[in-house]
């Protein structure tokens, strides 16, 4: 025996095809180890058949060659074939280029790797078509009929290229051990049985089948030929077993593998009607006399050469096997047929009833290069040559495979130069030659594809020199538009292939046309960001050839590509890469004009060209809805960061994270944006200089392009399923101008903590959860966890308030609202389930600031929204205060000029009151009137601590009041003393105003009872 016991190594080409997948399957539940080396990266099998898949063009030596390492057995089934649909004059040239080049790289590699043993697939088309015409006796090929004629005289350039690649093979017969197998016509489940590729059996049974499906028309059968064409056919467990004895047998030379009792074409389709389970009178026979190709008249295997080195012969009848490979057709149709209607259904049922002649013709896919190009703006003309000389050695060098390769598709590139009419430079002739210098430039690298068009736009519109260039391309039937800058590098060899493919993986993964999408390159100067867009034809067919509106200028064209697609989830980087060597994140040659809104009007309306677009040409390409996530951060807290930009949106959802870096001298930067600005659903921006918290939202607005924004703190952590419970929230209420989510605290285990809590400045912060859940008017929320829809209503935070933040969340809310609410929407709603969680700020440690601050900037809102305001006639403790210090200041004069400090001692006894007021009148609030109110608080705190932190949330409630007052007098807004604001905004009703006065009320009757008290005293 040749092999060894033992697993082997299996290297199978086309082991995702027909007989190499049946192969693979056999091989690997033997336990060999088994590499699939194929095009195509599933096979027909739901089982897993091998080991590893390698997708791969064979026609690539590389790719062979790392495919054929530390393997020790090569199984060559791979090719560029078919019956008479495929395999005709026409294709001839194209099958012996595709399979010779395969066939060379592998047997190169395999010497190369040394590979033990190689199996070829090779054909019966191998012998002479002189021994296959008309004869009353039709011969049994053997063997050694290749040789029978004074030439050998295959059956065209394909069997000539089987029968060459036979020979090359022997030419290592003493280098590894060569197993050659010409198979005669294989058939069976998981074949070809529609498209033209299709054999005889499978062609015959797709057409019978088709006819008992729709019983109501013509009852015939199509036959190419006469029908007496003889075949010999043979199954496909058949095939695997023989295949699998020759690899263990010492035999090195050609053998066939088919059946040796053949039939007529005639004959077949008569099994194929039974096998559909109908009777054969009930159908006519409708021959194809026509052009179509047929082949030879008679072939036939002879196998008493496999009969006598390998004992063989064929286990099931052509008839099982026939039945077996119609039920598998049957359900395949079935497949195909489910879901369309009647007119559908009957159109596609009659494709089925016929075979197509098909030709293999490589698509050529042009990329057309928009290059707008100017003299202008260098240190001098000549060095708009030097970078377009540049551009043209890296376009050469990394299209040279593309354009040069065997294949599935062929890739050409055609450079569309833009240049300004006044742009004498660039005009001049090269010499007394008609081609312009920098055309005569260009043909030097090796670029003599180029098309010159002169563009007559004011200087630095280079975004209409791209449509004046993408236009012409699409007239010329351009596949892909490449919009380009003249100072650009590209580095990476293979991107035109990389593209292509990245098109075909997302008209795969989102149900899109071929072409629809948007792909960029990986721009080094900016990374993240999408600079050099790659559109498909399909879009200069949606927008009548123009790449992009008129309304841009010089900047904002590429994003716009790039968020319009991103609706439909058609937006992708690839990781091949360029270099921009002026402008990107870098300084333009020319003045940069933005296209103000943008992405409102002129991103909305060309949404809605597009959809309308599909609506008619592919109408189950579905839009997503888009949700941006912005977080401003000062501090970069990389840990909650990493939390945050690992959430995960659903399928239906795209979301980008924009972060506003606050602090542009955080030495966190640049470890951020090494860990994720390559991601460009990732964008990072750093302020020149410490805005705050609203300018920084402020700017995360702008650069978002969604229907939808999240607001997070740079300190919250998220819910993981934080992204899919806003989309569901949104979708529930489409109409709503936002969403406020619930952001909880940890568990309150210290008195500061729950002091906290308890004196109410945490209290919207999961209003989400107290509030009714068909609340569609919700007051407000904090915008550490808001969603809020992007629309143009001009509405931003506004920074007369703090930069820490303080009311900029209220005022946010309520003009957001007020615009919905206007325009025929609804206010925001509760989205309980949107959950994140906020940190005790420094970890719990006492501070009154935050909270003092806060309180300077929400009394604002007073002077804002008067309608949420009312006179409250009793005095807070921070007024008390403020007229304790004027009496005290009062005091000091009495004393200086009477000696009396009567004044004095009142001031300090309406001060001490006040403080024990307060802390007594809200002891009796929270352990007593309201104690159910905090049975709801996270708290894990008890007994004397408790009360503790009860006394403390009466000095925290102070010190909001006081900040309150002191923003009053700062803004000059003195006759707003005595005002306070409805934090419900009216959801409510009146009565937390009537609680918040009664609590007045009351605290100033106990600040009354005990200063009276203290005045007693010190009168005694």
Request: a neutral charge.
């Amino acid at each position: 025996m040749a092999t060894t016991s033992g697993p082997r190594r299996f290297l199978i080409t086309g082991g995702n095809g027909f007989i190499g997948s049946y192969v693979a399957k056999a091989l690997f539940e033997q336990g060999h180890y088994v590499r699939i080396a194929d095009i195509k990266r599933t096979s027909y099998f739901n089982e897993r058949i091998s080991n590893e898949v390698l997708v791969g063009n064979l026609c690539d030596l590389s790719f062979c060659e790392s495919a054929a390492q530390s393997m020790d057995t090569i199984m060559h089934f791979a090719a560029t074939m078919g019956g008479m649909g495929a395999i005709h004059e026409a294709n001839d040239f194209v099958i012996y280029k595709d399979n010779s080049t395969m066939t060379f790289n592998l047997v190169h590699a395999a010497v190369h790797r040394g590979v033990q043993r190689f199996f070829y697939a090779s054909s019966a088309c191998v012998y002479p078509t002189s021994l296959q015409h008309h004869g009353t006796n039709p011969i049994s090929l053997r063997e050694h009929d290749v040789w029978a004629s004074a030439a050998p005289n295959p059956q065209g350039l394909y069997g000539l290229e089987k029968l060459n690649s036979e020979l090359l093979l022997m030419q290592f017969v003493e280098k590894m051990q060569i197993r050659i197998a010409r198979f005669h016509n294989i058939f069976g489940p998981y074949g070809a049985w529609v498209g033209g590729h299709e054999k005889a059996p499978a062609a015959q049974l797709r057409k019978a089948l088709a006819a008992h499906m729709d019983p109501d028309t013509q009852g015939e059968i199509e036959i190419w030929g006469n029908g007496k064409q003889q075949r010999s056919f043979l199954y496909i467990d058949n095939c695997v077993e023989a295949i699998l004895l020759l690899l263990k047998s010492d035999c090195n030379e050609p053998i066939n593998i088919g059946s040796d009792c053949s039939v007529t074409i005639d004959y077949l389709t008569e099994i194929a009607v039974q096998s559909a389970g109908m009777n054969v009178g009930e159908f006519r026979f409708k021959y194809m006399d026509d052009s179509r190709p047929v082949g030879v008249h008679a072939r036939n295997s002879n196998n008493e050469f496999i009969a006598k080195t390998l004992g063989w012969t064929p286990k099931i009848s052509l008839e099982a096997g026939m039945m077996k490979t119609a039920d598998w057709i049957r359900r395949e149709m079935k497949k195909m047929l489910d879901g369309n209607n009647e007119t559908a259904r009957t159109e596609l049922l009659g494709s089925f009833k016929t075979s197509k002649v098909i030709y293999l013709n490589r698509p050529i896919i042009t990329f057309a290069i928009l290059l707008p190009i100017t003299s202008r703006g260098l240190e001098g003309p000549e060095k708009c040559l030097e970078n377009l000389r540049a551009f043209a050695k890296s376009l050469a060098r990394t299209t040279w495979r593309d354009t040069r390769e065997l294949g599935l598709v062929h890739f050409q590139v055609k450079i569309y130069l833009g240049i300004d009419a006044n742009d004498e430079f660039l005009l001049r002739r090269a010499g007394n030659s008609e081609m312009l210098n920098i055309q005569l430039l260009l043909s030097e690298e090796g670029i003599t594809d180029v098309s010159t068009e002169i563009c007559d736009v004011p200087r630095g519109h280079v975004c209409a020199i791209w449509r004046q260039c993408a236009h012409r391309a699409w007239k010329e039937k351009a596949d892909y538009f490449v919009l380009m800058g003249d100072d650009v590098v590209l580095l990476d060899e293979g991107w035109m292939r990389d593209i292509h493919e990245q098109f075909t993986v997302i008209s795969q993964h989102e149900h899109v046309p071929q072409g629809m999408g948007c792909v960029a390159f990986t721009d080094v100067t900016f990374p993240g960001m999408p600079t050099f867009p790659v559109i498909h034809r399909i879009h200069m067919d949606a927008f009548g050839g123009q790449v992009i509106p008129k309304v841009f200028i010089n900047q904002d064209g590429d994003p716009f590509l790039f968020q319009l697609y991103r609706k439909w989830g058609c937006s992708r980087m690839i990781p091949s890469r360029l270099s921009n060597g002026i402008g990107g994140s870098l300084p333009a040659r020319y003045i940069q004009q933005h296209t103000d809104g943008w992405t409102f009007g002129p991103l909305a309306d060309a949404a809605s060209a597009l959809e309308k677009s599909l609506a008619t040409s592919f109408p189950t390409a579905t839009r997503k809805m888009t949700l941006d996530v912005v977080i401003p951060s000062y501090r970069v807290l990389l840990p909650f960061l990493d939390a945050i930009l690992a959430l995960k949106e659903s399928p239906t959802c795209e979301t980008m994270f924009i972060i506003i870096i606050d602090n542009p001298h955080s030495s966190k930067i640049i470890e951020l944006e090494a860990k994720y600005a390559h991601r460009p659903d990732i964008r990072i921006r750093v302020n020149e200089s410490n805005l705050g918290a609203s300018a920084s939202r402020n700017r995360g607005m702008k650069e978002s392009a969604a229907d939808w924004i999240l607001f997070l703190d740079d300190d919250v952590t998220p819910q993981d399923d934080i992204l899919v419970e806003a989309e569901k929230a949104i979708r529930s209420n489409p109409r709503a101008a936002g969403f406020i989510g619930n952001t909880f605290f940890p568990v309150a285990s210290t008195i500061f903590t729950n002091a906290v809590h308890l004196a109410g400045v945490t209290h919207f912060w999961d209003i989400a959860a107290k509030m009714p859940q068909n609340e569609s008017d919700m007051p407000w929320g904090v915008t550490a966890n808001l969603i809020a829809r992007r629309v143009q209503d001009g509405v931003e935070f506004d920074l007369q308030f703090p930069k820490t933040g303080g009311g900029e969340d209220i005022d946010f809310c309520r003009k957001k609202r007020d615009f919905s609410v206007a325009h025929g929407g609804k206010g925001f709603c509760p989205a309980p389930r949107v959950v994140a969680t906020h940190p005790w700020w420094s970890n719990g440690q006492r501070s009154y600031w935050r909270f003092y601050m806060w309180s300077k900037g929400d009394g604002g809102l007073i002077k804002l929204y008067p309608n949420f305001t009312y006179l409250d006639h009793t005095p807070n403790s921070a007024e008390l205060f403020l007229i304790s210090t004027a009496l005290t200041i009062l005091g000091v004069f009495t004393y200086l000029f009477t000696r009396s400090s009567v004044v004095f001692l009142v001031s300090m006894g309406l001060a001490i009151a006040t403080v024990i007021a307060n802390i007594a009148h809200d002891m009796y609030r929270h352990l007593w009137r309201d104690m159910n109110r905090t049975k709801a608080l996270r708290s894990s705190l008890r007994g004397i601590g408790w009360a503790v932190a009860v006394a403390e949330s009466a000095l925290i409630r102070m010190a909001s009041e006081g900040g309150r007052l002191i923003g009053l007098f700062e803004r000059g807004e003195i006759m707003l003393i005595g005002h306070r604001f409805d934090w419900f905004t009216g959801r409510a009703g009146n009565g937390p105003m009537n609680e918040e006065i009664m609590n007045g009320q009351q605290r100033m009757a106990l600040v009354a009872l005990i200063f009276g008290v203290l005045c007693f005293k010190f009168c005694c």
